[in-house]
């Protein structure tokens, strides 16, 4: 089984769905799921709640507020990847068109 001390000798690269804390200089902690991937940063969703009910919008079609954070590059070094919710087994998609 890898340890803590194995993934830190290895850069990390994070990937979409990865659950991540990231201790920041200063001891700021913040921890969540990997939610958008992009070369420039990426986002790590720290809180989700229910929308509040508008009266002005007929049909809902968003209906939990997301709290992000942005973190570049530079800063991967400091998260620590914890798991991840990618399923282990294809997709059917995946299964009926593989090569």
């Known amino acids: 089984m890898e340890t803590r001390k194995d ?17 920041r200089t200063g001891g700021m902690v913040d921890e969540g799921w990997v939610y ?11 809180g989700v709640k229910d ?7 007929r049909q809902e079609r968003h209906k939990k507020i997301h709290t992000l954070v942005v973190c570049h590059p530079r800063f991967y070094n400091q998260l620590e990847y914890i798991k991840n919710r990618r399923p282990n087994e294809p997709t059917g998609y995946q299964t009926e068109y593989s090569i």
């Open 36 to 46: 958008f991937v992009d070369d420039e940063y990426i986002t790590i969703e720290t």
């Open 7 to 23: 993934r830190m000798a290895h850069p990390y690269t994070p990937q979409v769905d990865d659950y991540v804390v990231w201790r």
């Open 51 to 57: 929308k509040p009910n508008c009266e002005y919008t």
